[in-house]
């Protein structure tokens, strides 16, 4: 008898609304590799309008997946059509990692690991800080306060243009999570012992506001999840200021870990060759 084992080929996907451009194929593609496994992970463009019957094929097995991820803009669709969501994933509105199970859509969120996967390998004790000051309240902060507030930082403030959006975050994050609006940063960022910035501001080598981290405790960790420039203009004046900063990079990377382990089996390391490949691709796009 054939060891079924032997010839199984687990595919996974990433899917988006363009998808070309993700670097997650690159990721994955190394760890296959790397791990000698002989499966594949591939981009699967789908329009909106098309997103529910791509999940049905995944249910009853037709697309060949085992699994996947999901970005923009079909974050929340692939939360809210997934059969099983996970307590991560509920909590956040949003699902970036789905995988098939006895006929089922599973789905989980691993932005927030990626998020304090990269701060333990490069700032190992970040978790020290009582207070937390997260800039920006879109889609993207929800993750970041999310884990922040699980690796328990007690006072975390979300400041945001919109005011609005950081009091939804607080409303949904419960009472460590405070909103703030713009004009309120210094005087959160007083004492404070992590900063994150979550926004697009200096994204793409756009204008970002000036910003005085001085007013933070000596040795606080800056960090930005924008990772095109690795260095942004928020990380380049944290380091003029004397603040150790870690860029976002890291956090792309880690969050790919636990779908890789969901669909091949094998639980990939983030090594350096890998991070060198991204940084390849990014100046071949820049
Ligand atoms: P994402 O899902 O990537 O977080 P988003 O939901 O569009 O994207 O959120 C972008 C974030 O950057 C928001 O916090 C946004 O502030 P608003 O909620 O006020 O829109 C912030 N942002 C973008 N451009 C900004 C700017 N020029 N000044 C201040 N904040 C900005």
Redesign the pocket.
């Known amino acids: 008898m054939r060891d079924s084992r032997e010839t199984f080929v687990n595919h996974a996907f990433v899917t988006g609304y363009p998808v070309k451009h993700s670097r997650s194929p690159l990721i994955h593609g190394y760890w296959l590799k790397q791990l000698g496994l002989e499966g594949s992970y591939r981009t699967h463009e789908v329009a909106p309008e098309a997103f529910f019957d791509f999940i049905v094929s995944l249910r009853n097995g037709q697309s060949g997946y085992v699994g996947g991820n999901v970005t923009i803009p079909h974050k929340e669709l692939a939360f809210t059509l997934a059969d099983r969501p996970d307590e991560l994933s509920d909590e956040i509105g949003a699902a970036n990692t789905l995988w098939v199970e006895d006929g089922l859509v599973h789905a989980t969120n691993t932005d927030g690991h990626g998020f304090t996967a990269n701060l333990d390998e490069r700032c190992p004790g970040w978790d020290g800080a009582d207070t937390a000051v997260v800039l ?6 929800r993750a970041v306060i999310q884990a922040v507030r699980d690796r328990g930082i007690k006072t975390i403030h979300v400041i ?3 005011q609005a ?1 950081a009091q939804e975050l607080a409303d949904r994050f419960g009472a460590a999570v405070h909103a703030q609006p ?1 004009q309120a940063l210094s005087e959160a960022m007083t004492d404070a012992g992590l900063f994150i910035n ?4 200096g994204m793409d080598g756009s204008e970002a506001p000036d910003i005085d981290f001085t007013v933070m405790r000596p040795g606080s960790v800056v960090t930005d999840i924008v990772y095109v420039p690795l260095k942004t203009p928020i990380l380049q004046q944290a380091e003029e200021q004397g603040f150790p900063i870690v860029d976002g990079l890291g956090m792309l990377l880690h969050q790919a870990v636990p779908g890789f382990e969901k669909w091949f089996g094998k639980r990939p390391e983030v090594d350096s060759t890998l991070r060198q490949i991204i940084i390849d691709d990014m100046a071949r796009h820049a």
């Open positions: 920006g309240a879109g889609g993207a902060s945001n243009r919109t959006r713009m979550t926004t697009s501001l």
